[in-house]
C-alpha cells in the first residue's frame, strides 16, 4: 500500500506561482510511477503531469512551460511548481502513484488550488 499526502494549494492571482508537495509513505517510492491530476467542478479529472521512476516527465499540453514536476526519492516526495498560473488552472490537485505495471490507483486526499482574475 502506498499512503500520499498533498500540501501546498491555496489562493493565488493569476500571474503567480505555487508549490505542491506531495509526501508518499507505505512502499519504495523509488519504484513508483508518479503523476498529479487535476479536477475543476463540473469536469473530468484531467492528467496533468507524470514522472516514471527513472525520471522521465510528461505534461499536458495546457502546461506545458508554466508546470514542473519533480521528485526527491530520498525523502520520498513529489512536487509540482506551477508558474504563470491562469484561472483555468483552477481545480483539486491530486497526487498519484502506480507501479510500472499497473494503472494509477493510489491517490492523495487532494488540495484546492484557486486562481483568481
Known amino acids: 500500500q502506498v499512503q500520499l499526502v498533498e500540501s501546498g494549494g491555496g489562493l493565488v492571482q493569476a500571474g503567480g506561482s505555487l508549490r505542491l508537495s506531495c509526501a508518499a509513505s507505505?512502499?519504495?517510492?523509488?519504484?513508483?510511477?508518479m503523476g498529479w491530476h487535476r479536477q475543476a467542478p463540473g469536469k473530468q479529472r484531467e492528467l496533468v503531469a507524470t514522472?516514471?521512476?527513472?525520471?522521465?516527465?510528461n505534461y499536458v499540453d495546457s502546461v506545458k512551460g508554466r508546470f514542473t514536476i519533480s521528485r526527491d526519492n530520498t525523502e520520498g516526495t513529489l512536487y509540482l511548481q506551477m508558474n504563470s498560473l491562469k484561472p483555468e488552472d483552477t481545480a483539486v490537485y491530486y497526487c498519484?502513484?502506480?507501479?510500472?505495471?499497473?494503472?494509477?490507483?493510489?491517490w492523495g486526499q487532494g488540495t484546492q488550488v484557486t486562481v483568481s482574475s
Open positions: 507505505g512502499s519504495t517510492f523509488r519504484s513508483l510511477n
Open positions: 498519484s502513484a502506480k507501479y510500472p505495471w499497473s494503472s494509477y490507483n493510489f
Open positions: 514522472i516514471t521512476s527513472a525520471g522521465t516527465t
